[in-house]
């Protein structure tokens, strides 16, 4: 099983082409090429989306934007959990401590001609109680609080902490409480997705 929190970098148009890019490009690697490790699929995404926007040669009006992604791969007979990222991490919270597995600092979509840029493979043995998160980073940049500041990586990991003993359907509707609190009359200021699962 292959699932994905995937954050295209551009606003507007720009974001939307990407999205439709990236989701072509991977229903490719996975459906035709038949592609199951993480770091394999990144790997070839990225060489497939920065063809695609013509950012192999450096160009001063090359497209800039591109792809964050924490991608996993869960083997259910052996409950090995594989992951692989481009800034986005994957959290894993196994008997009250956190455990982040950290994502590889470059995006997806901007390969150039004689990089040679790999992602790396995690493989993780989950046990009974672990639960897993995947995300982009719209939570803990959203703005807000009594002093308009960023809520930061620090206190989403903490809320997380905090409800561990709650369900994931609790704990979807908890963190959005959270966040519209947070923000207040603020607009919100990115795209949030929260992936979360518990074996």
């Known amino acids: 099983m292959l699932f994905a929190a995937v954050d295209c970098t551009g606003h507007g148009v720009p974001g939307a082409f990407m999205s439709i890019v990236g989701h072509s490009k991977l229903d490719q ?7 199951t490790k993480p770091s394999d699929i990144l790997n070839e995404l990225n060489k497939n989306v920065s063809a695609t926007l013509r950012q192999s040669v450096v160009e001063d009006n090359a497209v800039k934007d591109g792809m964050d992604i924490a991608l996993c791969s ?3 007979k052996t409950n090995v959990m594989e992951y692989a990222g481009a800034y986005n991490p994957m959290w894993l919270i196994r008997k009250g401590e956190l455990i982040e597995y950290k994502a590889d600092k470059f995006p997806i979509g901007n390969l150039k001609v ?3 840029k790999k992602f790396t493979n995690h493989s993780i ?10 995300f ?8 807000g609080g009594p002093n308009g500041k960023k809520l930061k990586y620090s206190t ?19 963190l959005e409480k959270t966040i519209e609190s947070w923000r207040g009359t603020l607009e919100q200021v990115d795209d949030i997705l929260v ?3 518990r074996l």
């Open 136 to 143: 982009s980073d719209g939570s803990a940049d959203q703005f």
């Open 29 to 35: 690697i996975v459906g035709e090429q038949g592609l």
């Open 74 to 76: 869960f083997n259910r």
């Open 125 to 134: 043995p989950l046990q009974e109680g672990d639960t897993l998160y995947i």
């Open 114 to 116: 004689g990089e040679n």
């Open 195 to 197: 992936i979360g699962t």
């Open 156 to 174: 989403f990991k903490q809320i997380l902490l905090d409800n561990q003993h709650l369900s994931m359907e609790e704990q979807g509707v908890l």
